[in-house]
């Protein structure tokens, strides 16, 4: 089964309906795509009146890929807001409790940044990581090159795979050791996921002194024929995994929807159980 989505529903005008009100985006995405990511979890440790309003605006089946808080990952920069690293995991897995309740928790998506590296003192913060993790459906995306290294690329689907790890997958520019190659590879037998950064090499990197860096790093609108090959890549994950869930990243120009709602047409791709569409959502599409 592959499962389509996007990082977000809060930025996606192709997707809203003129009659909704700025509040309904997520009842709007919802009528389009079976899963999201939740990008606001990785910002703050979200309450739980804001994860139960989001699961009442949303269909039984419908799925959220959690994005792991940023003092988990390491992004964090300063005194991090709790009394102990603890108290951090403890409140944000207290957070995922409604979810797992729901069942509609996909997994949690732990995204460590470009500078975590392939060495043994990261290894075991992943080892913890997942430790206090444990009750919970873990996805791991690495940002630095090393990971992937011919002489440890094995290795690290080996421990991924026998640490019960899904395998983020990711199509995004070849930069320099801040990026990963597409290893589509699942790790894990019930699920493996597929992130779709854009490839705009031009802006991956950070230069440093660009204050408008973040807001063309996912430009980028794959054409047709790479969404093809993004289907043959999908293919491959089947046969490896019982679910492949994609998410399309690709925003930073708006158009990571589109991209999306291509994609599914090109694998015919057609969900049960969505929210009620509004007659004027993809008009002409």
Request: with cysteine; glycine share 6%.
């Amino acid at each position: 089964m592959i499962h389509v989505g996007l990082t977000g529903w809060g930025d996606h005008p192709d997707v809203y309906s003129t009659f909704s009100k700025s509040n309904e985006k997520l009842v709007d995405y919802s009528a389009y795509f079976p899963v999201v990511e939740l990008d606001a979890a990785f910002y703050a440790i979200q309450p739980e009146r804001n994860i139960v309003k989001w699961m009442k605006e949303t269909p039984d089946t419908f799925q959220f890929i959690v994005k792991a808080y940023q003092g988990i990952t390491g992004h964090h920069r300063g005194e991090l807001p709790f009394e102990s690293t603890n108290e951090m995991f403890s409140l944000f897995r207290e957070s995922l409790k409604p979810l797992i309740q729901a069942g509609k928790l996909s997994m949690v998506l732990v995204q460590f940044p470009p500078w975590f590296d392939c060495k043994r003192e990261n290894i075991t913060y992943i080892s913890e990581v997942k430790e206090q993790l444990k009750d919970f459906p873990l996805a791991i995306e690495f940002r630095h090159q090393s990971w992937y290294y011919p002489e440890y690329k094995e290795k690290t689907l080996e421990y991924l795979k026998n640490n019960d790890w899904i395998h983020s997958v990711c199509d995004e520019p070849q930069a320099g050791e801040g990026s990963i190659p597409l290893v589509p590879i699942s790790t894990n037998e019930n699920h493996v996921l597929l992130r779709l950064h854009g490839r705009n090499i031009h802006g991956w990197r950070n230069p440093g002194n660009d204050q408008k860096w973040r807001e063309v790093r996912y430009l980028y609108d794959y054409n047709t024929a790479e969404l093809n090959e993004i289907a043959n890549i999908a293919k491959t994950l089947e046969r490896q995994a019982e679910n492949v869930t994609i998410l399309f990243n690709n925003n930073s120009g708006g158009h990571a929807a589109k991209n999306a709602k291509q994609f599914m047409r090109l694998c015919n791709l057609e969900y049960k159980g969505l929210s009620p569409k509004q007659l004027d959502f993809f008009e002409g599409e």
